[in-house]
């Protein structure tokens, strides 16, 4: 069976190169020497598709490359398998018996202008009840609350919602709900209750 040992925490912020990611093949739980014969590549993978693939140097025994050559991979977290090509065919798949993750963080680049908060649910119900005491007390006026984005995530991401205040002095919500891991999907709606709730998006026809 292939396993792989990991000398390095296998995270980075995105745009960030300066980073080496270190791995040790094994088989059977032996060391395995990378041989100059073949051609070694990372894979980096969502549950949905293949996203990268990148050639690994050979240092010391040992499989290598380096944050500079993701630069440009999108925030989130990957799967991340190491393949021996041969004749580029993959020869063998390490590890092979579990997924290792690769998350890639987001950077302050990454966020929209505008005063913008990143709340987990319950942060964001916090605030949302001081808003509502606010207003209720007269202290200004109501804003207006517009949905925005609703992203799908991976079952393990964190829920978050996103508040936008713009210029016209709305607030955009926008949300980030995890994926079931049966594959099953999220989106948020304001019942007849009032409150928001969540239910399972079938598409626009269901």
Not at 27 to 56: C, G, H, W
Not at 59 to 65: A, H, S
Request: proline letters at 5%; charged letters at 30%.
């Amino acid at each position: 069976m292939n396993d792989v040992k990991v000398f390095s925490a296998l995270v980075q912020k995105r745009t960030e190169g300066v980073q080496n990611y270190i791995f040790q093949c094994l088989q059977d739980n032996n060391p395995v020497i990378p041989e100059d014969k073949y051609i070694y590549k990372a894979s980096f993978a969502t549950e949905d598709s293949l996203v990268r693939t990148i050639e690994m140097k050979i240092e010391d025994g040992l499989l290598v490359f380096n944050s500079k050559q993701i630069l440009d991979l999108p925030a989130g977290t990957y799967r991340l398998e190491l393949w021996e090509m041969v004749d580029d065919v993959i020869h063998a798949i390490y590890p092979s018996d579990r997924d290792m993750k690769f998350r890639v963080l987001s950077n302050s680049l990454d966020l929209p202008t505008g005063k913008v908060s990143s709340l987990t649910l319950d942060e964001f119900k916090k605030e949302f009840d001081d808003i509502a005491k606010r207003v209720s007390t007269g202290q200004f006026d109501v804003p207006r609350f517009k949905t925005g984005k609703v992203e799908s995530v991976s079952p393990d991401q964190p829920a978050t919602v996103e508040m936008l205040t713009n210029e016209d002095g709305s607030v955009t919500i926008n949300y980030k709900i995890p994926r079931g891991k049966d594959g099953k999907t999220w989106k948020p709606y304001i019942a007849d209750d009032g409150y928001w709730h969540i239910k399972e998006d079938k598409g626009e026809d269901a």
